[in-house]
């Protein structure tokens, strides 16, 4: 088992919609998680970082994490087809120096206008 | 530019060939990373370098692959005797501090490696 999972999608969602994006991760000792965005033909970007249960806000996107249940989420509102990428969720990985990051397989969405 | 910068942007190489990627790093980061991105695979981490210190070299896939990062700065991947599974998109990511788990990593545009 792959220690983060992540629904590659596509996921096409009109603008304006509130989007979910999600994974789950296998190793409870993950601390860090992390979504990075990447356009098409460009490299991953940070988009927001979290280190503790609950939520973290930043304009229209929010991070969830549930350590409980292994499960991490990043919400978008008032989705913009600017927002078309796309996401990735990753965490330092387990066992090793924490600039080790293991990544999900991206999820990608369309934002159509 | 204020960006880490790769190149080349594009290869395209014979099966046997050897091929040297290049990334050139945020100007003061003394972390530098690179990655692989295969298709429906995600990200995975080949190799790190942290300042003066030994590279942590365990995501490396064979011993065709090695990297080196000379005077702090500047690195090279090298990739010997390439096979079609090499064909890949090869980023190269710099972090102001060693430790993915609080610093932000920058990552370039990505080498885009085909072998034919």
């Known amino acids: 088992q792959k220690e983060v999972e992540q629904d590659p999608g596509p996921l096409s969602v009109p603008e304006g919609a509130i989007v979910s994006l999600n994974c789950t991760y296998s190793?409870?000792?993950?601390?860090?998680f992390m979504w990075y965005r990447q356009y098409s033909r460009k490299g991953p970007e940070l988009l927001m970082y979290t280190y503790s249960s609950g939520n973290k806000e930043d304009g229209r996107f929010t991070a969830q994490v549930d350590k409980s249940s292994k499960y991490i989420s990043l919400f978008i509102r008032d989705s913009q087809p600017s927002d078309s990428a796309t996401y990735l969720c990753a965490s330092p990985a387990s066992g090793a120096g924490s600039y080790q990051l293991t990544f999900g397989k991206g999820t990608k969405l369309s934002v159509i206008p | 530019g204020a960006g880490v910068s790769q190149s080349p942007s594009n290869k395209v190489t014979e099966k046997g060939k050897d091929v040297e990627l290049r990334c050139d790093p945020i100007s003061g980061h003394t972390a530098l990373y690179w990655y692989r991105q295969s298709l429906g695979q995600g990200l995975e981490f080949l190799i790190y370098?942290?300042?003066?210190?030994?590279?942590?070299k365990s995501g490396l896939p064979s011993d065709r692959f090695s990297a080196e990062r000379t005077g702090g700065s500047v690195s090279t991947l090298t990739i010997q005797r390439t096979q079609q599974e090499d064909s890949a998109v090869y980023l190269c990511a710099s972090s102001l501090v060693g430790g993915a788990g609080t610093g932000e990593l920058f990552f370039g545009e990505g080498s885009r490696l085909t072998v034919l």
């Open positions: 370098f942290q300042g003066n210190s030994a590279p942590d």
């Open positions: 190793n409870s000792a993950f601390q860090y």
